[in-house]
């Protein structure tokens, strides 16, 4: 249980940091979820995303909300503005 929120809290550190992934200036939920997926799980510490669920905020805007799932079923959420190909992730504080 340390090790996974040792390897959170790493990846916070990490993603908080504009991350450029190349796709169109208005992406769907499906690449900022596979984008973080991929991101996350290219980590030393191999797969620690099970799943990652997005959905639009408002119509018309590139910004979401994010769910992510580890592989020991615990949840982070996260914010995520995609501009000009990058993507700028606020996490939300770990619950406990």
């Known amino acids: 249980m340390i090790k996974i929120s040792l390897a959170l809290i790493a990846f916070v550190a990490i993603l908080a940091i504009p991350a450029a992934f190349g796709f169109n200036a208005k992406p769907g939920p499906n690449t900022v979820e596979r984008s973080l997926l991929t991101q ?3 980590g030393p510490d191999g797969r620690i995303t099970r799943l990652v669920t997005c959905e639009r905020i408002a119509k018309g805007r590139a ?3 994010c769910d992510l ?3 020991r079923l615990t949840h982070l959420g996260a914010r995520v503005d995609a501009t000009g190909g990058l993507l700028r992730t606020t996490w939300q504080p770990l619950a406990g």
């Open 40 to 42: 996350i799980n290219s």
């Open 63 to 65: 910004a979401f909300t």
């Open 69 to 71: 799932e580890s592989v």
